[in-house]
């Protein structure tokens, strides 16, 4: 009997021995996780939804999703980095429930930007400038214009037209946005948001003739109904007579050459004989004759 009981003593005191055993590992286990998800937790910003290319991420575009790798993602963005991914462009399609890093999201001034900005209906059409008619490098993206051509026909006439007007300026040159600096900057190209009627006549424009931006108040929406108009030559100021048409001047009776000298409103005429001048030929002349 002593015997029997000493066995259950020993089986019941390995029992107790190992259960205390367990519950230290056990413990020990609890407290090691514990640590490594302190260290390793991360709550990433993904898609809510799939994302084509292009599109710009609104906030309701975003969840959470926590990540409890010992790797962390590179190039993620943690929940409290929200505002970082907020507005930016997805240069490449982006899954439902897909983590989101940098290398998918453009940068903030790149052009992928440009076609979001453009609203359904609308076009965006460029227009080659120069140092004068992109205003001296003083255009910059947000700006309103009118644009003007001038158009010479085939009789030589300049005629000067608005071709569209209070119109946005999109991007200057690959710009999307202005420069923080304000620091002018003379570009190749400006690109500008028209209807699609605006960009058929922007294009025979330019064929045609030369193109100028107008610079427009931020808060003049007004458009004004002019058509084209030509350009004449100024008018003379009052008492001046224009100019003296040569072939009017009745010539010498002399025999030899005469040179007609215009001076403003005045013609001199001297005689030439054998490349010679003639003593007292020189006559001052006007519409009417011999003066």
Request: neutral net charge; without cysteine.
């Given at each position: ?8 003593a020993t089986v019941g ?39 084509a290319g292009g599109n ?236």
């Amino acid at each position: 009997m002593n015997a029997k009981y000493l066995g259950v003593a020993t089986v019941g005191s390995g029992l107790a021995t190992l259960a205390i055993v367990w519950g230290i590992y056990a413990h020990n286990q609890r407290v090691h996780d514990a640590y490594v998800h302190s260290r390793h937790s991360f709550q990433y910003l993904a898609a809510a939804k799939d994302i084509a290319g292009g599109n710009r991420i609104d906030a309701n575009d975003l969840i959470a999703v926590n990540w409890t790798s010992d790797q962390p993602v590179h190039g993620a963005f943690e929940l409290n980095e929200k505002d970082k991914v907020v507005g930016r462009i997805v240069a490449y399609p982006v899954s439902d429930g897909m983590i989101i890093t940098d290398r998918y999201l453009a940068g903030p001034d790149s052009a992928l930007g440009l076609p979001h900005k453009i609203p359904p209906g609308m076009r965006a059409i460029a227009i080659k400038t120069d140092e004068v008619n992109d205003l001296g490098g003083l255009l910059y993206p947000g700006l309103r214009v009118d644009i003007l051509a001038a158009i010479k026909d085939d009789g030589g006439k300049v005629k000067s037209e608005a071709i569209v007007q209070n119109v946005l300026v999109l991007s200057t040159g690959k710009q999307i946005n202005p420069d923080p600096s304000g620091k002018p900057a003379t570009v190749p190209v400006v690109t500008v948001l028209v209807s699609l009627d605006q960009a058929r006549r922007i294009a025979v424009a330019e064929q045609e003739g030369t193109l100028y931006f107008a610079l427009r108040n931020g808060s003049d929406n007004q458009v004004e109904a002019a058509g084209p108009q030509e350009l004449s030559k100024p008018a003379l100021p009052p008492g001046r007579r224009p100019r003296q048409n040569l072939a009017a001047v009745p010539p010498f009776t002399s025999e030899g050459v005469v040179v007609q000298t215009t001076m403003g409103d005045k013609t001199i005429a001297q005689l030439f004989r054998n490349n010679l001048p003639v003593a007292d030929s020189s006559e001052t002349m006007t519409p009417g004759g011999p003066k």
